[in-house]
């Protein structure tokens, strides 16, 4: 073995050292030397080393003392310190950007909701996203934060990180490498993530401890993904893109290429687009008179008020997209033998009768053994846990073996 492989192998254990205590730290909040190196299996002399460099580098602070069973004397708790570095936060929604500066913890620090409109279908999108983000960087400057670590973008699509490309139905984005084209700009590292995947780590965090041990979580918020936390963490084998299986097999044609994909047969564009047709060719007479009476275009709210009012041609439109989601379901619930489903989803959701239809034909199509003891969970992820799960997208990278010296 030559000079220069020795010295590499001897930085990167350092580094592999630090990272390991550093994210003990992250994880229990406060913690005295000796659990850390009761934890870490790193010697008590090592914990003392890399605990001083961490505290020189301000990634973690003295909080106070504490009596330890370890060292039978008062022992020194230590803390992460969130405001070691700043993050820039992304989340693209369909008709909205949130964009915001937070700490290493996904505190809010300043937040900024753009409306979008039209421009989530094009690459218009990208000069929204530069704008906000130079204003982002200019108002920490003028806060005088700590240094920004990185940006983290979270978008509707398949996203592969090591492609670093985008394909997107929602933003109607074929391939993209919407790292590279930010990185090339800005100069500082950005990590992107499926949104799905971001706001599960919201949820995770929301709930650490309380979970029981194989969840899925189901978000129908643009179009659907499906996430699968196992003992307490994502499961980075599950891809996710599950609004892309099929479930009619002569359906109507996706974005994707695929025909009858479970995004097309159960979606609000996809409600929206059937009660128009079934309008045109007069019937919804209920959802009709509520439009003419009110001078309304067609929304989803009208759509759901005229069902509410027992419109039933708007009822059979519901009622299909629940059955077609709990077609989705039941295969869910097939693969995975989950034993809570957490279905996240802000206007789909506000219909309870597409969520009891999905339910009651997803339990009459999954085996009963899976089914019985099965719970559901609806949840509505605001805006700012939103933000909060690409931050702690954005610190798992940066504390990462991959992510940058500190
Ligand atoms: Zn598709």
Redesign the pocket.
């Known amino acids: 073995m030559n000079i220069e492989n020795e010295i590499g192998n001897v930085q990167l254990m350092q580094k592999i050292n630090r990272l390991k205590v550093l994210n003990f730290i992250r994880q229990k909040g406060e913690v005295a030397r000796p659990e850390i190196a009761k934890n870490t299996g790193l010697s008590p002399s090592s914990i003392t080393n890399i605990v001083s460099y961490l505290l020189e580098k301000k990634l973690v602070m003295e909080v106070g003392r504490v009596d330890s069973k370890e060292v039978g004397r008062k022992a020194t708790l230590i803390r992460f310190n969130p405001s070691a570095a700043t993050i820039i936060s992304v989340n693209i929604e369909t008709s909205k950007v949130d964009a915001a500066l937070t700490d290493l913890e996904g505190n809010i620090l300043h937040k900024k909701e753009i409306a979008v409109g039209h421009a989530i279908k094009s690459f218009e999108i990208l000069n929204i996203l530069k704008k906000e983000i130079n204003s982002l960087i200019n108002e920490a400057e003028a806060r005088n934060l700590p240094h920004i670590a990185g940006i983290g973008i979270a978008v509707s699509g398949l996203v592969l990180d090591d492609k670093k490309l985008v394909i997107s139905?929602s933003l109607k984005w074929r391939e993209f490498s919407l790292k590279e084209y930010f990185e090339d700009l800005l100069h500082i590292p950005v990590y992107l993530q499926n949104n799905s995947r971001t706001k599960a780590l919201a949820v995770l965090k929301k709930k650490q401890g309380e979970f029981e041990k194989n969840i899925v979580f189901l978000d129908l918020t643009m179009g659907i993904g499906i996430i699968n936390f196992y003992d307490q963490k994502i499961n980075e084998a599950v891809i996710g893109e599950f609004?892309?299986t099929s479930v009619k097999k002569d359906g109507p044609l996706?974005?994707?290429?695929?025909r009858g994909?479970i995004?097309?047969m159960c979606s609000v564009e996809t409600i929206l687009n059937q009660c128009s047709e079934l309008l045109d060719q007069g019937k919804c007479k209920i959802l009709k008179n509520i439009l003419e009476d009110e001078g309304l275009p067609l929304s989803y709210e009208t759509i759901i008020k005229a069902f509410d009012e027992g419109d039933g041609d708007v009822r059979d439109v519901l009622k299909e997209c629940g059955e077609y989601l709990g077609v989705g379901i039941a295969n869910i619930i097939n693969i995975f033998n989950p034993q809570r489903i957490i279905i996240n989803g802000d206007i789909l959701l506000t219909c309870g009768f597409i969520f009891e239809t999905a339910v009651k034909e997803a339990g009459s199509r999954a085996y009963e053994q899976f089914t019985k003891d099965l719970k559901y969970e609806k949840v509505n992820i605001d805006s700012e846990q939103a933000i909060r799960g690409v931050s702690l997208f954005v610190a798992e990278k940066l504390f990462d073996l991959a992510g940058p010296e500190w």
């Open positions: 139905s609004g892309h996706c974005f994707c290429g695929n994909c995004e097309v």
